[in-house]
Nanobody, 118 residues
């Protein structure tokens, strides 16, 4: 059973920074992609940033230039550095991993709340 454990998040003032971490219970290389989604109240869950393993990272337009995703393969960990945070970044952030099995398997962390105060 794959587990994704997030840490980071909390309350921050607009313009501030936070870093989220996600530790996987297995090697990052066992996934086809790994990254972060977020869901604000009343909105659909959306992709924020992710690695296509063996390829480059991709970002939502709304966070380009402000958020940076990185990984530490040895620690099975993906990070997301969030700078210049805005109130509209407030959401529950979920770590996500995908394995391209026959049916496609998605894994989710428990979510961590990020609140940006104006």
């Amino acid at each position: 059973q794959v587990q994704l454990v997030e840490s980071g998040g909390g309350l921050v003032q607009a313009g501030g920074s936070q870093r989220l971490s996600c530790v996987a219970s297995r090697s990052i290389f066992s996934f086809n992609s790994m990254g972060w989604y977020r869901q604000a109240p009343g909105k659909q869950r959306e992709l924020v940033a992710e690695f296509i393993i063996g390829d480059s990272a991709k970002y939502a337009e709304s966070v380009k230039g402000r958020f940076t995703i990185s990984k530490d393969d040895a620690k099975n960990t993906v990070y997301m550095q969030m700078n210049n945070l805005k109130p509209e970044d407030s959401a529950v952030y979920y770590c996500h991993a995908f394995r391209n099995t026959v049916f496609g398997t998605h894994y989710w962390g428990q979510g961590t709340q990020v609140t940006v105060a104006s």
